[in-house]
């Protein structure tokens, strides 16, 4: 580290380099010798290199398959939240999702608000009064017009 250390300042002073730029070498070189470090340690104990790799990546695998199935429904709840903070609608409101310019989008009036679904009464008079749930994520990628 103290070589790393040594090297990267005399680089810095000689192509006179930002701070930053200095920086981010000399954390990937210690953090890669940091894990060297364990990784010598874990053998000298006694457990396999190839036994903490399989852990580390399953690890990194159900982590990155988690996140991926949790992120729609982590989507959902704060645009949820971000409905009530900043007022977009409310229950009893006529609301229509507009698609592009020239298609109808859905249209309903606000019955229900939940942490994941807004649900909307369908206003036309011939309809057999259907209901919507729309997810709450997609009141955020569309315009919406609104009737009070």
Do not use: H
């Not at 010598?40 to 396999?48: F, P």
Request: charged letters at 20%; a positive charge.
């Amino acid at each position: 580290m103290r070589l790393v250390r040594r090297l990267t300042t005399r680089l810095a002073l000689r192509y006179a380099l930002p701070a930053q730029v200095v920086g981010l070498p000399r954390r990937v070189v210690n953090c890669a010798i940091v894990a060297a470090g364990i990784l010598w340690s874990l053998e000298r104990i006694g457990v396999s290199g190839s036994v903490v790799w399989s852990a580390f990546t399953g690890f990194v695998t159900v982590g990155a398959v988690a996140f991926f199935a949790a992120w729609s429904v982590l989507s959902n709840l704060f645009c949820t939240l971000l409905i009530y903070m900043t007022g977009a609608f409310r229950m009893g409101d006529t609301i229509e999702l507009l698609e592009t310019g020239d298609k109808p989008g859905y249209k309903g009036r606000v019955v229900d608000i939940n942490l994941v679904y807004t649900t909307l009464q369908d206003v036309d008079e011939g309809a057999a009064r259907a209901v919507l749930q729309l997810p709450n994520s997609l009141f955020f990628q569309r315009v919406l017009r609104r009737w009070r």
